[in-house]
């Protein structure tokens, strides 16, 4: 059992730049992919950016250059730095632990078992 906590969300302008954290607590996850999903109000959970248990990093291509996901397992930690945001980027931001990822499915959110309360965040034009 893996419990994850996201944080670092909250209220920023456009255009400034923002890290999140995700720590899992009470057991190690190096050996999980993680991943960072977002959902906005009205939408679905959708798929942002992932690493893998050994640092190969997978992206959404709409996203690729402003948004950059590590992992420090020593910290037990993974972070997602998020650059130029806009109002767009404004949603819930959650992150997902897979202990395997299966050929084809690491986009998708079901494919993650473990999963944090999320950490809001909003940008104001």
């Known amino acids: 059992q893996v419990r994850l906590v996201e944080s670092g969300g909250g209220l920023v302008q456009a255009g400034t730049s923002l890290t999140l954290s995700c720590t899992a607590r009470?057991?190690?996850?190096?050996?999980?992919?993680v991943a960072w999903f977002r959902q906005a109000l009205g939408n679905e959970r959708d798929f942002v950016t992932g690493?893998?248990?050994?640092?190969?990093?997978y992206s959404a291509d709409s996203l690729k250059g402003r948004f950059t996901i590590s992992r420090d397992n020593g910290k037990n930690t993974v972070y997602l730095q998020m650059d130029s945001l806009q109002p767009d980027d404004t949603a819930i931001y959650y992150c997902g632990a897979a202990p395997v990822l299966r050929p084809g499915r690491r986009y998708r959110s079901d494919e993650y078992l473990y999963w944090g309360q999320g950490t809001p965040l909003t940008v104001s034009s």
């Open positions: 009470g057991s190690t996850f190096d050996r999980y992919a």
């Open positions: 690493i893998t248990s050994t640092g190969e990093i």
